[in-house]
């Protein structure tokens, strides 16, 4: 069964930072492309940043520049470190993975989320 567990929300004061760290049990984990997505109320689910299989990267406007994308595929794990944190960033992060590769065919998985609020 595949897992995704997500770690390191909490509270953060504006224009502090985060490290999210999403461990993953994934069969050949180097296949999938690594993602955080986020959700705020009323809102919808919207893509954070992502690193591909060969580590290209690609980050919403909203946190670019301020926000890094990473993997390790030795441990199976990606992160997502973002700093200048404001008010629009306060959400639940969820870690997802997919892949649509020859050898695993098309598969998605979700992480249950992790809370991150921004309030002084």
């Known amino acids: 069964q595949v897992q995704l567990v997500e770690s390191g929300g909490g509270l953060v004061q504006p224009g502090g930072s985060l490290r999210l760290s999403c461990a993953a049990s994934l069969n050949i984990f180097r296949l999938y492309t690594m993602a955080w997505y986020r959700q705020s109320p009323g809102k919808q689910r919207e893509l954070v940043a992502a690193?591909?299989?060969?580590?290209?990267?690609n980050y919403a406007d909203s946190v670019k520049g301020r926000s890094t994308i990473s993997r390790d595929n030795t441990r199976n794990t990606v992160l997502l470190e973002m700093n200048s944190l404001n008010l629009e960033d306060t959400a639940v992060y969820y870690c997802?993975?997919?892949?649509?590769?020859?050898?695993?065919?098309?598969?998605?998985?979700w992480g249950q989320g992790t809370q991150v609020t921004v309030s002084s």
């Open positions: 997802n993975a997919n892949t649509n590769s020859p050898i695993l065919g098309r598969r998605e998985s």
């Open positions: 690193i591909t299989s060969g580590g290209s990267t």
